[in-house]
């Protein structure tokens, strides 16, 4: 492990958090993705009902929770996977940090993720002191890489790779020998055609990889699209072999996920009506933020899906950061995301409905 991890990018926030926090009508917070709006109550009712957990859970999960994944992936993302090919993990943000050491991955061996990306990705490969690859194009990918990991919808620019470019990404991990992951934890969240009116590609759609799942990984997490980023829910699927040595190794390390939780999970993987009803809440607050930030002169650059508007007027992203600021707006300067987003910013949808309703409304009065 190297010694010389980033300090937290968010801590170079309170300058500005203090600012906004001086605004007479107070400060409103659109830097965080962390969801606001209630836990679904069948889901509350199933965690509840799980509390007598006196019995380690198992870490591969329970069964009704490995079937439930199972049938999810079959019914929201086209794919088809066995219950033995699933595993839960405790959020999805360990996962990404832990992957590059489960998989053995050292000094000398290289990490790809996206040039614009939030920094787990980066975190994970310096855990194990391995190189760390920013690059968006499969061709660059060096001889050396050992994991490379998609982000499909992007947080934070909200952009979707398609069938097409899955499976020249897939290829050439392929080709390298290198395991490759799509993180799609966005993937029930598209405005844009054409994801308005079809399912977000998944690295393991059958148009990607066939029936052959190898070398390939999908992680998903329940966070945003039922609210449970306070459960830890998520989980990862795909090759068969890979599942089995994460599995060995999550149980020589204790990564068990919380009986109540994986209980929690299957109601909330049998409900649709609830996803349906934040992705309401969610294009609502799209529509009205918007136009506001256009208002004042902020262009939005991808974000055809996730959840964020990414925006620019072509200044310094702590520049923008600060006008926001100035109007009791929190929000995230791209420099958070890598470094070739120097000019864009981050605003999360994960508000409630009265503070972006508030932040529209202050935005739309500065620009008159």
Not at 92 to 107: C, D, R, T, W, Y
Not at 251 to 276: I, R
Not at 310 to 332: H, K
Request: with cysteine; aromatic share 8%.
């Amino acid at each position: 492990m190297r010694d010389d991890l980033p300090d937290y990018p968010w801590d170079a926030m309170a300058p500005y958090a203090e600012e906004a926090a001086r605004h007479p009508e107070g400060a409103l917070n659109l830097s965080v993705g962390s969801p606001v709006d209630p836990s679904p109550e069948s889901v509350q009712a199933a965690l509840s009902g799980a509390t007598d957990a006196h019995a380690y859970p198992a870490t591969a999960g329970s069964v009704p929770l490995r079937e439930a994944i199972a049938e999810w992936f079959s019914r929201r993302r086209g794919v088809s996977v066995a219950p033995s090919a699933v595993l839960p993990t405790i959020g999805s943000k360990e996962l990404v940090a832990l992957l590059p050491f489960l998989l053995g991955i050292g000094q000398g061996e290289a990490v790809v993720f996206p040039r614009i990306a939030y920094p787990s990705y980066q975190i994970g490969a310096a855990l194990v002191g391995a190189d760390a690859v920013p690059s968006d194009d499969p061709a660059e990918w060096p001889e050396h890489t050992r994991l490379v990991w998609l982000n499909s919808p992007s947080n934070p620019d909200g952009r979707v790779m398609d069938v097409g470019a899955l499976q020249v990404a897939v290829a050439r991990a392929r080709e390298l020998g290198a395991v490759i992951v799509g993180d799609e934890c966005y993937a029930e969240f598209g405005w844009e055609s054409p994801w308005d009116a079809e399912p977000v590609p998944s690295i393991l759609d059958p148009r990607v990889v066939g029936d052959d799942h190898s070398g390939v990984l999908s992680a998903y997490s329940l966070s945003k699209q039922s609210n449970l980023a306070g459960y830890r829910a998520a989980f990862v699927a795909g090759d068969p072999r890979i599942i089995a040595r994460l599995l060995t190794v999550r149980k020589h390390a204790g990564l068990m996920q919380p009986a109540p939780v994986q209980a929690a999970m299957v109601a909330a993987l049998g409900d649709e009506t609830h996803v349906d009803t934040q992705r309401a809440r969610y294009r609502a607050r799209r529509e009205t933020l918007r136009p506001a930030l256009e208002a004042v002169g902020y262009r939005i650059d991808g974000s055809e899906a996730g959840l964020y508007l990414w925006a620019t007027r072509g200044e310094d992203a702590w520049e923008s950061v600060a006008a926001f600021a100035r109007l009791g707006i929190v929000v995230g300067p791209g420099h958070f995301y890598g470094e070739h987003s120097p000019r864009h910013v981050r605003l999360a949808l994960t508000a409630s409905d009265e503070a972006v309703a508030a932040a529209a409304d202050r935005l739309r009065r500065a620009s008159s």
